[in-house]
């Protein structure tokens, strides 16, 4: 599902690597915990892996994509395919609920009615149906992080990437973002989280495989 070959990036030679040869594979359907401490590059991994970020030299293949191979008028149907959670929800602050789903929704030539129809399972299904009417800014940090998971999920993605999506919540609102991160996970779809809550990584980890940037070798 997910292959990394030999994947290299410095952002400052000053620095050094972020990654220096790094390769990691991801079978379809896992649940993936990328943990690390600040600055090991959980982040830019995210970012490589939606393309807004290129690395160096090595080779990154998503769901068979190439990600080298897409150019840049293809990138946006690429990420439609891909369904991404931020600490930041980056919800469109003028539209509402509704329309935040609407607009990321991928036209598949289904009638108004089936999109409507999808919309309203989806909020359904995170528990924010009631919410529906209301703009961004009328809702808590835990109810806009369901949205976000809501958006994430409405096109029906192979992959799940959400960087610290419990990063801004309290506990009760993480443990509810947990809960529909494995929802999205039981229906099949391949998540990676990266988190550096070691505490839920481990309350997770029978149903998790951990990829630890702290132990690759990358630093000369
Ligand atoms: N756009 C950028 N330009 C220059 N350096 C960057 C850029 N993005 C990240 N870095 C650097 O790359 C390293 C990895 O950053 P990254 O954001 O991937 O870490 P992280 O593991 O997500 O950290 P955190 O836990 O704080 O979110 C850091 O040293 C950071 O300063
Ligand atoms: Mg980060």
Redesign the pocket.
């Known amino acids: 599902m997910i292959d990394l070959k030999n994947v290299s990036?410095t952002?400052?030679e000053a620095?050094g690597p972020?990654f220096d040869g790094f390769s990691e594979h991801i079978d379809r359907g896992e649940f993936i915990l990328?943990t690390?401490?600040?600055?090991?590059?959980?982040?830019?991994?995210?970012?490589m892996l939606l393309k807004e970020?290129d690395p160096d030299s090595g080779e990154i293949v998503v769901d068979g994509k190439e990600l080298s191979k897409i150019t840049k008028a293809k990138i946006p149907s690429y990420r439609r395919g891909i369904g991404v959670v931020f600490?930041d929800f980056r919800l469109f602050e003028d539209y509402t609920i509704y329309g935040n789903l609407e607009v990321v929704m991928s036209v598949t030539g289904g009638s108004m009615r089936d999109s409507e129809q999808r919309i309203t399972n989806m909020l359904k299904l995170m528990g924010i149906d009631r919410l529906h009417k209301r703009y961004p800014k009328e809702l808590s940090g835990g109810e806009k992080q369901k949205v976000c998971m809501a958006r994430a999920l409405i096109n029906s993605p192979s992959v799940l990437l959400a960087?610290?999506p419990t990063?801004n919540l309290d506990p009760k609102s993480s443990a509810e973002i947990f809960r529909l991160l494995e929802i999205a996970h039981r229906q099949g779809t391949t998540v990676v989280m990266?988190t550096?809550d070691i505490a839920t990584a481990d309350r997770l980890a029978t149903t998790c495989r951990r990829i630890d940037?702290d132990l690759m070798a990358k630093r000369v």
């Open positions: 990036k952002y400052d620095e972020v990328v690390g401490k600040s600055g090991s590059g959980k982040s830019t991994l995210i970012r970020t600490q960087d610290e990063g990266a550096h940037l």
